[in-house]
């Protein structure tokens, strides 16, 4: 049973920071593909960052720079640190994870198998 727990999020000023956690469990595929994603009030939900079991990590255009993914598998945790933050990463931000890895692994929700509950972010 694979369960994916989000935290992290928060409210903060424009230009401020936040770090998102995933605590990953029941996850035993050698081969993976982790992200994060988020959902606007009113918008579909949307790619935002992922990371494959070889380290490759791919962004959205409009977090390129600013958010940093990673994981530390000692942990099974997978973060996404989060600068310079504008009022449009508001949203609720999701941790997904799915079995492919290269080419399979990529910023579309048909990659992910497992989603978390979310954890809203609030820049203001």
């Known amino acids: 049973h694979v369960q994916l727990v989000e935290s992290g999020g928060g409210s903060v000023q424009a230009g401020g920071s936040l770090r998102l956690s995933c605590a990953a469990s029941?996850?035993?595929?050698?081969?993976?593909?982790m992200g994060w994603f988020r959902q606007a009030p009113g918008k579909e939900r949307e790619g935002v960052a992922v990371?494959?079991?070889?380290?490759?990590?791919k962004y959205a255009d409009s977090v390129k720079g600013r958010f940093t993914i990673s994981q530390d598998n000692a942990k099974n945790t997978l973060y996404l640190q989060m600068n310079s933050l504008k009022p449009e990463d508001t949203a609720m931000y999701y941790c997904?994870?799915?079995?492919?890895?290269?080419?399979?692994?990529?910023?579309?929700?048909?990659?992910?198998?497992?989603w978390g509950q979310g954890t809203q972010v609030t820049v203001s």
């Open positions: 997904a994870a799915g079995g492919g890895n290269g080419a399979f692994c990529y910023t579309g929700e048909r990659s992910m198998d497992y």
């Open positions: 029941g996850y035993t595929y050698s081969s993976y593909c």
């Open positions: 990371i494959d079991s070889d380290g490759l990590a």
